[in-house]
């Protein structure tokens, strides 16, 4: 996940402009709310070496330099620990630490300027091993006992694939071309959905593999940079594209949509666009049930029913959020701060009515959100 600012709106937003980080970090701030942030009754760590039940933050750490982390919060005590992973194995993670899955008892951490998949136990963070050769990559998805898939941007960042990973021998053993920037990913059946968000280009695809044959079935034109992707309880795939900005980065000449695909016959059969040309939408995510999706937007969050055939107007909390996830088990709000992008972040949660409730202090630039 890596961002640049919409001066216009002063919102966060995604974007897949690597360098603007290094050259903005030091100068941009976030401005909504933080003064008024709770901080968590309890201190400390979260408490003993198993990771069993909580919530994991992927820190992407300092851009072009030092390691990013994972930080572990516990939801009975309220305490949180940090970098989670250096502390049981002696070694940091690498740059930058984009996101991470636990599959089969295993968490898969995906380290992209690395361009590496670090292996740990999912309850006690031991290290198992790395699988390298990957060239930005972004989002691991199990497929099966011995079979995952990861995404990447390839080459440069302006192609993209997903690579094969053997989880037996952790190894590589295939690539299938997708459209440019391969990013979120999920599992229909048999289908492998692939949202291509141009990487450091453009794009406006979800490429659909069978995950049998390893091969490309079709490719499905969404619009403009897709980006986050899930799937209701109808097996319905929700596709959020976060637009394409002018050359000089001024407005969207393509703005944003939401956009359902019908998993049945890979036809679009709802195609909602965003009214904004400077504000673009992120961090799509889904409830517990599978039948609500959220998302940023225009420095807020907002909600929508898979049963619904118009966006909200009104939103759900006034904040932007760098990273952004809803926690199953309860369906608490979970919203990363990148502060400076230089200091350590934080993250704010919210009740299941998105009434705020606390916040702690995290690594630098947490982006993304495990929930077990």
Request: with cysteine.
């Amino acid at each position: 996940m890596y961002n640049y600012l919409n001066f216009k709106n002063k919102a966060m937003i995604k974007t897949k402009q690597l360098f603007y980080l290094s050259v903005l970090a030091t100068a941009i701030t976030i401005s909504s709310c933080k003064k008024d942030d709770p901080e968590p009754a309890t201190g400390g760590g979260a408490g003993g070496t198993s990771y069993a039940s909580g919530v994991f933050i992927t820190n992407e750490g300092p851009f072009g330099s030092g390691t990013g982390t994972i930080n572990f919060y516990n939801r009975s005590t309220g305490g949180v620990s940090n970098d989670i992973f250096e502390a049981k194995n002696g070694y940091p993670l690498g740059n930058i630490v984009q996101s991470m899955e636990i599959f089969n008892s295993k968490a898969y951490i995906v380290v992209n300027n690395a361009g590496k998949v670090e292996i740990a136990d999912g309850t006690s963070f031991a290290s198992s091993g790395a699988i390298t050769g990957f060239t930005y990559p972004r989002y691991f998805l199990g497929i099966n006992s011995s079979k995952g898939y990861v995404s990447e941007w390839g080459s440069g960042g302006m192609a993209g694939a997903v690579k094969i990973i053997d989880l037996t021998t952790k190894t590589i053993t295939g690539t299938i071309t997708t459209g440019n920037g391969a990013e979120g990913m999920v599992l229909a059946g048999s289908k492998v959905y692939v949202a291509c968000s141009g990487g450091f280009t453009n794009d406006s695809v979800v490429t659909v593999i069978n995950s049998v044959t390893n091969s490309v079935s079709t490719t499905i034109n969404v619009g403009a940079n897709p980006r986050s992707i899930k799937m209701d309880a109808g097996g319905k795939v929700w596709v959020l594209c976060s637009g394409e900005w002018d050359a000089t980065y001024t407005f969207l000449q393509k703005p944003g949509k939401l956009v359902r695909i019908d998993t049945a016959t890979n036809a679009v059969d709802l195609s909602l666009p965003f009214a904004s040309t400077f504000s673009q939408p992120s961090n799509l995510v889904i409830n517990n049930a599978k039948t609500m999706l959220y998302y940023s937007y225009s420095s807020a969050v907002y909600s929508h029913s898979t049963s619904s055939s118009i966006l909200s107007g009104t939103a759900l909390i006034n904040r932007s959020f760098y990273g952004f996830g809803i926690d199953p088990t309860n369906d608490y709000f979970y919203g990363s701060d990148a502060v400076d992008f230089v200091s350590n972040g934080k993250v704010i949660r919210y009740n299941a009515s998105a009434t705020l409730v606390d916040s702690f202090a995290v690594g630098v630039i947490p982006g993304n959100f495990f929930f077990r």
